[in-house]
């Protein structure tokens, strides 16, 4: 049973930053790419940031381009989201997801398994 846990949502100022992390169960961890979306309520899951397998390629969605960074430590099965100047419209549940396979990717439906989800809350 593959387990996906995201830790560091809350609430913060625009402007502040926040760090999310996600913890992953698989022994595959090493050679699946990761993903994070983020969801409000009444609209589809939309992508975040995403990184391949090695860490050697990440892609972000433009509205977070500059601001947030993806990263991960093989090592520990883990990713983050490092999210800096965050603004209002950032607000959102966050999900990680893992992919069956190396390379990164934009839409839901390429991952295979997801974290419940934490709340990221941006106040004005």
């Known amino acids: 049973q593959v387990q996906l846990v995201e830790a560091g949502g809350g609430l913060v100022q625009a402007g502040g930053s926040l760090r999310l992390s996600c913890a992953a169960s698989?022994?595959?961890?090493?050679?699946?790419?990761m993903g994070w979306f983020r969801q409000v309520p009444g609209k589809e899951r939309d992508f975040v940031a995403a990184?391949?397998?090695?860490?050697?390629?990440?892609d972000y969605t433009d509205s977070v381009k500059g601001r947030f960074t993806i990263s991960r430590d093989n090592a520990k099965h883990t990713v983050y989201l490092q999210m800096n100047n965050l603004k209002p419209e950032d607000t959102a549940v966050y999900y990680c997801?893992?992919?069956?396979?190396?390379?990164?990717?934009?839409?839901?439906?390429?991952?295979?398994?997801w974290g419940q989800g934490t709340q990221v809350t941006v106040s004005s």
């Open positions: 698989t022994r595959t961890f090493n050679t699946h790419a």
């Open positions: 997801a893992e992919r069956a396979t190396y390379g990164a990717n934009r839409y839901p439906q390429a991952y295979a398994y």
């Open positions: 990184i391949s397998a090695t860490g050697g390629s990440a």
